[in-house]
Structures are given as C-alpha cells and as structure tokens.
C-alpha cells in the first residue's frame, strides 16, 4: 500500500472510533492535511470551531495566522503535514483531557509511521507537553530543538496565543526561520 491509502486506512478507522466522548460530539472528524511525504509535520493539541465545521485541522484565524508564518519562511503545501493529537473537537474549544489523549494519540503515532517527517514542529505547549515532555515550558522552551528516536523536534507558540498576544509574533517569527533553515540542513 502506498502513504496515501495507508493515511486512508487509517482515517476510516479514526472515523469509527469511539473511544473517548469526543466521537459522539464531533460534526466532522479532523484528520489532517498537507503532504504525505513531508518533511515537517506541525500538530496542535485539538481541532476548534471552525475545523469540526469543515474537517481540516488550522483553517480558522489561527490557521490563517499560521499559514502567514509558513509562507514568510518560504514553506509551501509540498513540504509540510498538519495534525492535531486530538481528531474531534473538545466541547467550547476546552482543553484536551489526558484520557482524551491518550485515546487518540496512537492515530498520531500511525500518522508519523506513515508519514516519517524529519521535523516534528509542536504548536503550543499542550502539544509538547504530550509530545516532548510533561514539564514543557513553552515560553521558555520555544524554538529549542529536542531529539526523540528518528525525529527532530520543537515547539512554537500555538499561533492562536500569537493573536492573543501579538507582542510574540517576532519570537514566532525567528523560530519559524530556525525551522526553515533546518529543514535545509537536513535536506
């Protein structure tokens, strides 16, 4: 089976999955986008509002935000997936439980066996908490590679927290070139 039919396999069985309350609140499954050969592959902790509406993960304002972010680093659709840890939408936008977690969090993993990125890139600290370590400080900690088994990986600030607080788009900025230019190394 090629990467994309592997992807299909395994969104069909996240389509039926039930495993956590999340299943039965959901208007659409939010599974991922972007490239199946990637070379970076960003994950944010859940799907909102307008991503259950539509079904892609960061197609809201933070998405938007986020595209910019890419673009002004030179980062095209070609060279990047996006996921979330979560694929169903927790109730008011809340934070994920770690039962919640721990539910989907397989599907990610069988994401990046598939997938096999270089660069994982984290979108805010629930999502290296789950990913790089409990005790991630985000602000402190952002931009700051880390190496776990094959994969290369950071965190930036989730780009909703850069339109909350828009003093952070420099810092967001500089990470993102940091990315790019590993990326570069790397290839």
Known sequence: MNKTELLK??????ENCYSCPLGDTRTNLVFGR?????????????????????????V??????????LEAVGLDE???????????????????????????????????SVIKPKIIVCLGRIAAKKIIKPDFQITLEHGKWFKKGDYLICAVFHP????????????????????AETLKELQ
Do not use: H, T, W
């Not at 396999?9 to 996240?14: L, M, T, W």
């Open 78 to 112: 070609k060279s990047y997936y996006i996921a979330n840890i979560i694929k169903c939408r927790p109730p008011k936008n809340r934070d994920p439980k770690p039962d919640e977690e721990e539910a989907c969090i397989g599907y990610l993993r069988e994401q990046l």
């Open 160 to 179: 909703a927290a850069i339109l909350r607080d828009p003093r952070r788009k420099q810092a967001m900025l500089e990470d993102f070139e940091k990315i």
């Open 60 to 69: 809201g304002a933070a998405g938007k935000l986020l595209d910019k972010f």
């Open 34 to 58: 972007g490239e199946v050969d990637a070379d970076v592959m960003f994950i944010g902790e859940a799907p909102g509002e307008k991503e259950d509406l539509s079904g892609e993960p960061f």
């Open 9 to 14: 396999e395994i969104k069909s069985k996240c």
